[in-house]
T-cell receptor, first 114, second 111 residues
Framework: DAGVIQSPRHEVTEMGQEVTLRCKPI?????LFWYRQTMMRGLELLIY????????DSGMPEDRFSAKMPNASFSTLKIQPSEPRDSAVYFC????????????FGPGTRLLVL | AQSVTQLGSHVSVSEGALVLLRCNYS??????LFWYVQYPNQGLQLLLK??????LVKGINGFEAEFKKSETSFHLTKPSAHMSDAAEYFC?????????FGQGTRLTINP
């Protein structure tokens, strides 16, 4: 079992550029979650999907953020345009059924926006 | 709505001493509760979970937690701290198709 896979692991970009973060959930899992972690705000849930359908995106900070899940094995989180305050570690997690079951986290993508 | 409060953002203990990390929850239904651990530069990893079976739950690495409904608590303990336990620990409660995480407690182990 490969676990949740995220890419890239590190990303450095300049303000105004588009950033795309990628996630491959554990095979057979039905729910997928995107989180952001910063020292100031801790761990924040941005959006989650169940069976590839977005269920709750109330945590998405603003319209610059968008997420898609075109199929059961792939999801993207896009920031356009990026800003320095978006610098954080972004985690993807998946769970077998609903989000109320154990969630399995990926290693994260560390994003730095200059 | 479900929520958790972790008491103490930073806990420091000596190697070999008891570890106690506190978590109180709020839930309108019998809760599912979780403890996760995050080592530096890694994602969160499940330590243990409570799903209304036994009130004392044993997890990995010698950790355990006791569900106390009367106190709405789910504190995490380990009898003897090891240097490798240094990490951040998160308590979480299930609700509305997601997990609600606490703010985390950073555990430091002194030699």
């Amino acid at each position: 079992d490969a676990g949740v896979i995220q890419s890239p692991r590190h990303e450095v970009t300049e303000m105004g550029q588009e950033v795309t973060l990628r996630c491959k959930p554990i095979s057979g899992h039905n729910s997928l979650f995107w989180y952001r972690q910063t020292m100031m705000r801790g761990l924040e849930l941005l959006i989650y999907f169940n069976n590839n359908v977005p269920i709750d995106d109330s945590g998405m900070p603003e319209d610059r953020f968008s997420a898609k899940m075109p199929n059961a094995s792939f999801s993207t989180l896009k920031i356009q345009p990026s800003e320095p305050r978006d610098s954080a570690v972004y985690f993807c997690a998946s769970s077998p059924g609903t989000g109320e079951e154990t969630q399995y986290f990926g290693p994260g993508t560390r994003l730095l926006v200059l | 709505a479900q929520s958790v409060t972790q008491l103490g953002s930073h806990v420091s203990v000596s190697e070999g001493a008891l570890v106690l990390l506190r978590c109180n929850y709020s839930s309108s239904v019998p809760p599912y509760l979780f403890w996760y651990v995050q080592y530096p530069n890694q994602g969160l990893q499940l330590l243990l979970k409570y799903t209304s079976a036994a009130t004392l739950v044993k997890g990995i690495n010698g950790f355990e937690a006791e569900f106390k409904k009367s106190e709405t608590s789910f504190h995490l303990t380990k009898p003897s701290a090891h240097m490798s336990d240094a990490a951040e620990y998160f308590c979480a409660v299930a609700g509305a198709q997601k997990l609600v995480f606490g703010q985390g407690t950073r555990l430091t182990i002194n030699p």
